[in-house]
């Protein structure tokens, strides 16, 4: 099981970015993916979370309180793909972005199952 987190890079306040995360060996329909991040010295947050879709899950998307409004987590199932729309980015949304999957959503990062290796997202002027 592999899950490939891409897209990152250098943008300036204000601009968007598009971060991919692509699994491969599980489907990643039948699992929530959180998207978290990290910055050197300080713990790592949850940014959102997509629930599993079939079910009883109705698939929908939580988001933390800074990241409502401005980003957007949806799934291209063809791709097995989990992607995480950012826009109008701050210079406080610079950090390392992880995608993890699980069962569910959750805030305790060690009830996801698979991890990502991260993309590094930076605003600056």
């Known amino acids: 099981v592999q899950l490939q987190a891409s897209g990152g890079g250098l943008v300036q306040p204000g601009e968007s970015l598009r971060l991919s995360c692509a699994a491969s060996g599980i489907t990643l329909d039948y699992y929530a993916v959180g998207w978290l991040r990290q910055v050197p010295g300080k713990q790592r947050e949850g940014v959102g979370c997509i629930k599993s879709t079939g079910g009883t899950s109705d698939g929908a998307a939580t988001y933390r309180d800074s990241a409502k409004g401005r980003f957007t987590i949806s799934r291209d199932s063809a791709k097995n793909t989990v992607y995480l729309e950012m826009t109008s980015l701050v210079l406080e949304d610079t950090a390392l972005y992880s995608c993890?999957?699980?069962?569910?959503?959750?805030?305790?990062?060690?009830?996801?199952?698979?991890w990502g290796q991260g993309t590094q997202v930076t605003v600056s002027s």
């Open positions: 993890a999957a699980g069962a569910w959503c959750t805030s305790s990062d060690d009830e996801y199952d698979y």
